[in-house]
């Protein structure tokens, strides 16, 4: 594809189940990178992707985060327990050089 | 830990108005700086990035300025139009010996054109 895609585009949940986001990068493109954005703020760091491994994951507010990649293009985030407080969109981002490119974000809901 | 401002939080202006909307970081050692375009319920679109070497960028209607060494850049948006109205969002990459870096973001400046 030409873009950054992410699926589901929205995921509503309850408190305490596990959520699965995906991300599919820019062909050919090795940094990958995941953001949060909460209501009225600017998106915040989570982890990073060089290849297939974490270059810095110091973002993962906790354990209940996790994100892999194991084929260095398409990443999945996992949210374990998730908590009311989860509640964001979750932004992916690839690059190659300078310029990082967003997808749309999923839109995540914990009830 | 780098901390990005940006000042105002939303701006609401008539059309045509030329623009300035200001970023402040706190650790100048930046490679570069960009800023982003945000529509409601959409992703971020880089607009302008500004290499740590650079003092300015131009594109169409807009010029980002970069002043590293007291950690300020501006975004000027020339005769606005209703269609400029979203979010803008300042965000930093630290020098970390390489092109590639988590990016640290400012809270963005909600603008609001109107005809």
């Known amino acids: 594809g030409a873009g950054v895609s992410q699926t589901p585009s929205n995921k509503v949940t309850e408190k305490g189940k596990y959520v699965e986001l995906r991300c599919d990068p820019i062909s050919g493109h090795t940094a990958l990178y995941w953001y949060r954005q909460s209501l009225g703020q600017g998106p915040e760091f989570l982890i990073y992707?060089?290849?297939?491994?974490?270059?810095?994951d110091s973002g993962l507010p906790n354990d209940r985060f996790f994100a892999v990649r194991p084929e260095g293009s398409v990443s999945t985030l996992k949210i374990q327990r998730t908590e009311r407080g989860d509640s964001a969109v979750y932004l992916c981002?690839?690059?190659?050089?300078?310029?990082?490119?967003f997808g749309p974000g999923t839109r995540l809901t914990v009830l | 830990k780098q901390e990005v401002t940006q000042i105002p939080a939303a701006l609401s202006v008539p059309e045509g108005e030329n623009l300035v909307l200001n970023c402040s970081f706190t650790?100048?050692?930046?490679?570069?700086l960009q800023w982003f375009r945000q529509d409601p319920g959409k992703g971020l679109t880089s607009l302008l990035l500004?290499?740590?070497?650079?003092r300015e960028q131009t594109s169409g209607r807009l010029n980002a300025s970069l002043d590293k060494s007291s950690g300020r850049s501006t975004l000027y948006i020339a005769a606005s139009q209703p269609g400029d109205s979203a979010t803008y969002l300042c965000?930093?990459?630290?020098?970390?010996?390489?092109?590639?870096?988590?990016?640290?973001f400012g809270r963005g400046t909600q603008l609001t054109v109107w005809p």
């Open positions: 500004i290499q740590s070497s650079q």
């Open positions: 650790d100048s050692a930046i490679y570069n």
């Open positions: 981002a690839s690059s190659e050089a300078n310029t990082q490119y």
């Open positions: 992707f060089q290849g297939t491994g974490a270059a810095d």
């Open positions: 965000a930093v990459v630290l020098d970390r010996g390489s092109t590639l870096g988590r990016l640290y």
